[in-house]
């Protein structure tokens, strides 16, 4: 197998995962500054010219990041960022969806409308008019997910889930893009600390890191 990867958040979710769980891929990065995702050939690929994407022994392909780490934990690895027994898997699955439309949707959709515009605009559909109120719902989203986190210590409670990787990706792509937490939301910001303190945290930080190293 070989993973695609490249620049953003989403990647990272998929690296981070790699490196909780052990697993190790050939890997491969695509430029999409220089906008390698938007070639007829990358399409053929990942429909919507997304990274990450993970190309199988037989030459069919994986795209979305969730969509890739659930099959790796299926096929390759241990359940433990999915869930030992159904209920866990299925608690994963609804904190995951709860971190997708009310983070990492508006999130993505406002950085695209304001700082992502210039790269973006002739890419996707772009709503600079939304932006703002686009921002707005990401961090009410944040806000959200603060009070689910609580005491915590992880968003599913005492285990460390792939929804708490989903989260991080995101929270650490926003504090960069103009979109950081609001201090106040104290639950999560020791949650981001306590994650941050994970090697899996650091080894997932750079991209290009361990290309061409790993077979």
């Given amino acids: 197998m070989k993973l695609y990867q490249s620049l953003g958040p989403n990647p990272r979710v998929v690296l981070m995962y790699l490196a909780e769980t052990g697993l190790a891929l050939d890997r491969q990065f695509v430029d999409i500054m220089a906008a390698e995702n938007r070639r007829p050939d990358f399409y053929a690929k990942s429909p919507l010219g997304h990274t990450p994407f993970l190309e199988l022994d037989d030459g069919s392909h994986i795209a979305e990041s969730i969509a890739i780490c659930e099959y790796l934990a299926e096929t390759h690895a241990a359940n433990e960022l999915l869930g030992a027994t159904p209920e866990q898997r299925a608690r994963t699955r609804m904190f995951v969806r709860i971190v997708d439309q ?17 790269m973006f605009r002739d890419r996707v559909l772009c709503l600079p008019d939304a932006a703002a109120d686009l921002k707005r719902l990401a961090a009410s989203g944040l806000e959200a997910v603060n009070n689910i986190i609580g005491a915590g210590p992880w968003i599913a409670g005492e285990r460390f889930s792939l929804a708490d990787i989903i989260l991080y990706a995101f929270v650490e792509f926003g504090a960069m893009v103009g979109q950081p937490p609001d201090p106040a939301l104290t639950h999560l910001a020791a949650w981001r600390d306590r994650v941050a303190a994970r090697p899996s945290a650091a080894a997932s930080a750079n991209p290009q890191q361990g290309i061409g190293e790993l077979a």
């Fill in 102 to 118: 009310l983070v990492v949707v508006p999130m993505t959709a406002g950085f695209r409308g304001a700082e992502g515009l210039p």
